[in-house]
């Protein structure tokens, strides 16, 4: 196992958690545990950046089932992904995908 692979993907966890509130490792409650909150969000990215490195390993990503409203934004993003993994180039059409998901996102939820 890459330690330094392993040590983004958790850095990647721990962003999400401290600046979206976004752990799906969550848990339980964290109101009595402030002064373990740091603790708990380091276990928590450990355990998704190992789940995350062995997905990436076997080459499969289980993500679940789409909502139809939203399924397009789904094709957008899992192709903005897979253009991550080609490179430089890649990569600015990850962000064009990436735009095009989230307008759709926002306009099937518009209508809510």
């Known amino acids: 196992m890459s330690d330094k692979k392993l040590a ?52 499969t990503f289980d993500i679940g ?6 399924n397009r934004a789904l094709v957008y993003t899992i192709e903005a992904a897979r253009c991550i993994c080609c490179g430089i180039a890649g990569d600015r059409m990850a962000i064009k ?6 307008q759709d996102i926002e306009a099937a939820k518009s209508g809510d």
Do not use: V, W
């Open 65 to 70: 089932c789409s909502d139809f409203d939203t």
């Open 8 to 59: 983004r993907f958790q850095e990647a966890y721990l962003n999400m958690a401290k600046k979206l509130s976004y752990r799906p490792e969550y848990m339980g409650d964290d109101s009595d545990y402030d002064d373990e909150l740091e603790a708990r969000l380091i276990k928590e990215s450990l355990i998704c950046a190992k789940r995350f490195y062995d997905d990436e390993e076997k080459g």
């Open 97 to 102: 995908l990436l735009k095009m998901a989230i």
